[in-house]
């Protein structure tokens, strides 16, 4: 469904990507493992349409991203996207709810059906208690939690994860990744997720091992 | 150089190209800081140069000169053309060893005139003035002999037979300060002070505390890694100094390039010489010395939190809630103001309102109030219209902006309170200077012109002055007075006629019935009568009849007078135009006593104001040595008020664009700080307009709040303060007028601020935390 091929970025004099290549299927979760400064970000922002690439492609479903403006990106990762980063990045002056409904909101969804989806989730994740409060009222798990929901709410084609267990402690790790893996998968919903963690590592479905840029199996 | 000030050249130059914005920002802070700052320093002595040229250039009577001999006479006339002082002095030397006057090489002689460059240039293009210097001009008077560059001013040579009424004089240079010069500039720097150099402090301190957080935190690590509280003050202070130093040497630069624009260009509401205020080389030490220290000082103590709580640095600080009761001082402000604004909606119109001391002070006090009021409610106000916007049912980019405004930051309050405080001095500025202008020369159909021609060389040419042509003339001649033997009041009519001496009116029965507005059928042709104001018939301020004074004639022969029986009372003669309001009227065109020296002539000229200038020519052609006073029309309190609004247009106009540079400055500052914030909605797929339209309604929301409060109050407290003195007849939109046009500077710096979108590129740093 996505695929990255042949993919090089250079910042300056730095090689962060050598030809890196990897590809993730519908519903399937590819974890992106390696030592730190290998490229395993850069590879995920380049296969999100985050980062171009000086060269290679990155394709979904036949369109290649690199060729693509910044609007179309833009409508891309709106529709089709999610993501959850090592610090849930929600919208600070915004309620954990409606962090959560943004994504729908930005997508058009009625505000009936955002409700009823926006709550699914928060019983889901486990927070309908703080759904009212803002980000900096609750734990970096919790947060975490709803950067998840947030992420899966508008029932994207993929999830990009980027250290999403980071910054939390193993029993909360635990409790975002198995969340978001079976949320994922309810809507059949691919995950690439950078980490540096065997244990999260070992639920993804395929690990693509990163090296100086490159990627193997 | 020691390890800390190592240390802070490191994290300045470190800072990235963030850093390096913010340093630039710093400097240009200082350093306009600096140059006005300066200015409003130099300004009181620029002030007092000109001071000190006016006494250089004062004769020095003899009477006065400590038995130096008599070497000229002279004589001031104080004249003007169209609203702009053009004094000249008319000399007559006596003696050769007659020093010249500062910027004279030599005395004038007799027929020659010495102009200043601005009045040599009018009296060769506009015939009208030079027919009222007699002379040709022979030379120009250099910088060394003028208070300006602008100055209208001229020296005038005379025989000693043509003023022979003139003051005898030693020499020139008066040894104390021309204070009528000096006064008339005095709250110049004052008012400069408070319009420039309060938005000037707040734009420092918000260039000062740029990144703030960001370098909270930066101190805070410093401290939490067991540098001393000490060295890390002196880390922060070494690079607020560097800015400071940098920033005190472009703001002298500045200034050298604004301090000779401002003194030719009238933006003050005068002139000066561009090198009174120049700066040398101590003086620019001195500044960049004081700069460092400040900078370096304040950049210290910006540090508390970061020192004494260096965990409290790492989080954000909650905003305390507004609290209601914060509107109470403007309520009550606006409601002592209230009845002086409503009482010339309900009053007949034309009529004109006295309001008791109690009242006057009562609205002076709320419109204090009401200032202080818009400061402190703009806490609450901006909270409800953040309120507003954050409605669950208002469109996104609204929702997140009124959401940002809820927890808007003091910092903000603070920038919005500059610019609402610039707005409302504005608005009351215009009220002020309204009335000053009407007190200055209010808005008349005819001008009343009285000449003092007693230096006319001869009677004859008196006769000739009071035969111009005007719409009405007459002629007032006051009997000798004796002083007064006791300090008491005089105890009869008769005896006050002794002491202060008896007005004689002369006109024709036809031109008295015009200007006292009234039929006065007992008046013939040829009588003499005295004329009392009807109100004072049978007090002691009636004329008595019978009682004899001496008045002199044309040739200066003391002649008696008897005050006749017939008397005139006249309805509201003290109002007429008259000014008279008991005397004896002669029902004649010519004086009883000839055209003596002692005769004042008046005149009514029709508008508009061109026709007195014509006519003021038209006297002094005949006797330049005559003073001629336009009622209505005071050259000091016109000179005064336009000092004045020259200042205050200037100060609230560079003051309001330092304070909206400050906002504007903030404002991206914010957005810097925001960057991740945007980045995280736009990887969310947000479009770049949404993000934008939000950041715009959060910068324009409260400013079109505070804006729209500060105009509503400045255009109350403006009208309020021209009804309190009642010169002027009922709204006075020239509040809104100044107001307007500020506030829109302010709202498309706000707009042009909230275009910037920083973080519409996205970064892979900026989506990962440091």
Redesign the interface.
Known sequence: MLSAENLTLSYGNTVALANASATVRRGEVVALVGPSGSGKSTMLYCMAGLLRPDSGKVVLDGVDLTKLDDDSRSDLRRRDFGFVFQFAELVPELSLRENIELPLELNGVGRRERRARVQELLHELGIEEQADRRPAKVSGGQAQRAAVARAIAHRPRVIFADEPTGALDSQNSLVVLDALIKLASMDDTAVVLVTHDPQVADRAHRTVHMRDGTAGL | MSGNARLAVRLVRGGGVAGIVRLALMIVGVAVGVAVGTLVVVLPSILDDRADRSSARLPVPTVAAGGRPTTFLFALVDDSWHGERFSRVLLAQVDAAAEPPPGLERFPAPGEIVASPAAAELLATEPGLAARVPGRVVAEITPAGLLDPDELFAYVGLTPEQLQDGSEASGFGVGFQDDMVRELFDGVPRELAVLVLAPAAIYLIVCGRLAAATRARRYAALRLLGMRRGAVLRVAATEAAIAGGLGGLLGVFLYSLLSPLLARNHALGFTWFPEVGALDALDTTAIVLVTVVLSGAVGALGLRQSLSRPLAARV?VEEPRARWWLLVPLTVGLGLMLPVIVRPLTAPPGSRVVYSDTQVNLVLAGMVLAAVGVLLAMRPIVAAAARVAAHPAAP?PLR?AG??L??APASVLRVLAGLAVLVLVGGVSAGVLRDDELAAGPEVDAFTVTVDAHRAASAEVRGRIAMLAAEHRWTVQYSEASPPAGLGPPESAAERVAMFGLAMVTAPCTEIQVLIRAALPSCRSGGQYRLVDAALVGTADEVPAGVTVTFEDEVGAKVSYRTPEAVLAVDGLERSPLHVSSGVLVAADRPLFGWGRDVTMHFVVAEPESNVEEFKSAVLALDPTAAVNVHMRNLGAMEAYRVHRGTISTGVLVGFVLGAAAFVISAVDRAIERR??VV?????????R?VRASQLFQIVLPLLAVLAMAIGVGHLAGNAWLQLNGRHQGWYGGTLTTMLPLAGIGIAAGLGAGMIVVGRK?R?ED???E
Request: no cysteine.
């Open positions: 954000s996104l997140l959401r940002r809820s927890g991740r914030d995280s909605l736009l990887v969310l797929g947000m479009p770049l949404t996205i892979a989506m990962r935390r």
